[in-house]
């Protein structure tokens, strides 16, 4: 797949607990500006 979903509560978005989507690439290349939650995944 090319995201990473973790449902596990981890901080409010939209007054959720959700973690996710971001991009696998973005993620492993270290790219913290893309879109959606790649910078908290990265971390």
């Not at 607990?17 to 879109?35: H, I, T």
């Amino acid at each position: 797949g090319w995201q990473a979903i973790d449902s596990t509560p981890q901080e409010t978005s939209d007054d959720v607990y959700r973690c996710g989507p971001a991009s696998l690439r973005a993620v492993r290349d270290g790219e913290l500006q893309k879109p959606y939650d790649a910078g908290y995944v990265f971390a």
